[in-house]
């Protein structure tokens, strides 16, 4: 499918908030996703948002989507070193059974 | 409630040999999914299925077959692995187009 774009790296210092972005292909897609990937590990659904939102908030995390330019950002307030890691955006395929289309992550690395 | 489990965690194969690997889900979703993850390219979809004994293909199927004779199980076959096959998968299911849930991968190498 068409391509999901990310930044591919970030570097924040312990405390400062995280922003991560992503500009999305599908505007039919009716929920945008954020995961995490930790070293090794599988894939840790984060959060998501229901495409008639403009916004949620689940506790240090914020979702941003802007429909209008097809643009999502993950805020991460007070990251921490625990939340370096790969994280993934994504959007619903609508020709594959509500596959989803992922962008190649953003690798953010936290430092004391 | 295991979620989605994956079968095996980690395999080495050589070139030409053929493997299987199985991905049961105990939550009586409809949609399964294959999913390769290679480095710096993201998550891409290999096959997938709507329900029992249907599959479709996805953006990278070539080299791969799958089948779904069971709602539960969704395996993934590889007839004569290449070394380009050397990936990481992942398999996930769905009830409806709100969650998905991820096995915890197969980490598979071909020499």
């Known amino acids: 499918g068409e391509d999901v774009e990310q930044s591919l790296f970030l570097s924040v210092r312990e405390g400062d908030s995280s922003v991560i972005n992503c500009t999305y292909t599908?505007?039919?897609?009716?929920?945008l996703y954020w995961y995490k990937q930790e070293p090794g590990a599988g894939l840790q659904l984060l959060t998501y948002?229901?495409?008639?939102?403009d916004m949620k908030q689940d506790q240090r995390l914020t979702v941003l989507l802007n429909k209008k330019d097809k643009h999502l950002s993950l805020r991460i307030a007070d990251t921490q070193t625990g939340d370096s890691a790969i994280y993934f955006c994504?959007?619903?395929?609508?020709?594959?059974?509500?596959?989803?289309?992922f962008g190649k992550g953003t690798s953010l690395l936290v430092t004391p | 409630n295991a979620g989605v489990t994956q079968t095996p965690k980690f395999r080495v194969l050589k070139t030409g040999q053929s493997m299987t690997l199985l991905c049961a889900q105990d939550?009586?979703?409809?949609?399964m999914y294959w999913y390769r993850q290679d480095p710096g390219m993201g998550l891409r979809l290999i096959h997938y299925?709507?329900?029992?004994?249907?599959?479709a293909k996805g953006e990278v199927p070539d080299g791969y077959n799958v089948s779904r004779l069971k709602k539960q199980n969704f395996l993934l076959g590889l007839e004569s692995a290449a070394p380009s096959q050397t990936s990481v998968y992942f398999c996930?299911?769905?009830?409806?187009?709100?969650?998905?849930?991820f096995g915890p991968g197969t980490r598979l190498l071909v020499l």
């Open positions: 996930a299911s769905s009830y409806n187009q709100e969650t998905q849930y």
């Open positions: 599908d505007s039919s897609s009716t929920y």
């Open positions: 948002i229901f495409s008639n939102m």
């Open positions: 994504a959007e619903i395929d609508s020709n594959s059974g509500y596959a989803l289309n």
């Open positions: 939550m009586n979703h409809e949609y």
């Open positions: 299925s709507v329900g029992e004994g249907t599959t």
